[in-house]
């Protein structure tokens, strides 16, 4: 049997993720593994799939913000990380889930001296996977300095009301999506009048330190980055036992029904199968 590696998760940080929505665990992953996601990147960049979008390109400014969404098996790199490093075990340790899914991985590639920050926004809104046991594990190829972090806001994960979804799309960042039916907290102006309302959390991070966020903690602000500095970040979504697949009223972003349908994964089902594999606790692959 195939077999991750494992890191055992302390109870603090578990305590931690579930109380506010995210914890950051420093030195994770490995030279070699951060150098499997480094050819992973390059890799995307060369052959992106047919969800990437430019959110920034300005030819003026040289500014270009990459990104892309792809399962497991679209980058043999990628795949690795997702099966082989500690991160499936972790996913599933904090989850309080016997295992853990391999959903899919997200890159954002900032170019040097790029200032487009990311929206504040919720993940799992957008995704086809409803459950409490859903997570991203997010980390950056490239060292976040103090005032470019990706900031997280403390127990957003535990509001009652979903935050309104701005948009993610080709060359169109941010604003609020038109959607019927579902009665949304408008987004605050975290940044600015609304700042002192809420706690923000934020984590300077070196290369191996990896953030783990649950799937509705509310996050955005990272990447306005100082002249010279590029931000290759990765993001790996994980979900555990509970989830079950579900569409959306503002539509799935990625929308991954289609390649679940062709795997026999229909709404209301638990997504296991080629397209999602699975790693337990323990970090066996199955
Ligand atoms: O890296 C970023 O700027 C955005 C990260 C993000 O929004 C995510 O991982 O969901």
Not at 43 to 54: A, F, I, Y
Not at 173 to 187: A, K, N, S, T
Request: charged share 20%; hydrophobic share 40%.
């Amino acid at each position: 049997m195939a077999r991750a590696e494992r890191f055992p998760v302390s109870q603090t940080d578990i305590d931690a993720f579930w109380r506010d929505g995210a914890v950051m665990i420093k030195g994770v992953l490995s030279d070699a593994w951060l150098d499997v996601l480094a050819q992973g990147v390059a890799t995307n960049m060369e052959q992106p799939t047919k969800r990437t979008v430019d959110w920034v390109n300005n030819k003026e400014t040289g500014e270009r913000l990459f990104h892309d969404q792809l399962t497991v098996q679209q980058n043999a790199h990628f795949e690795r990380y997702m099966t082989g490093s500690p991160l499936g075990s972790i996913a599933a340790q904090v989850m309080g889930s016997p295992t853990a899914l391999a959903f899919y991985v997200t890159t954002f590639v900032r170019s040097p001296g790029t200032k487009s920050r990311t929206p504040w926004h919720q993940d799992q809104t957008y995704w086809c996977a409803e459950g409490r046991q859903a997570l991203s594990i997010w980390t950056a190829l490239d060292s976040v300095a103090p005032g470019t972090e990706l900031e997280l806001v403390r127990g957003s994960h535990l509001w009652e009301r979903p935050l309104a979804q701005p948009h993610f799309g080709d060359g169109q960042l941010g604003g609020v999506m038109e959607v019927d039916g579902v009665e949304y907290i408008p987004i605050p102006d975290f940044n600015g009048a609304d700042a002192g309302k809420y706690e923000m959390m934020r984590w300077p991070m070196e290369p191996g330190d990896i953030l783990i966020f649950h799937g509705m903690t509310v996050h955005g602000g990272s990447g306005a980055l100082p002249e010279g500095v590029q931000r290759r970040s990765i993001s790996a979504q994980f979900l555990g036992e509970d989830v079950r697949v579900t569409d959306r009223p503002s539509g799935c972003n990625p929308d991954w029904l289609p390649e679940l349908a062709e795997n026999g994964i229909g709404l209301g089902d638990y997504p296991a199968c080629a397209m999602c594999p699975t790693i337990t606790s323990e970090g066996a692959v199955l």
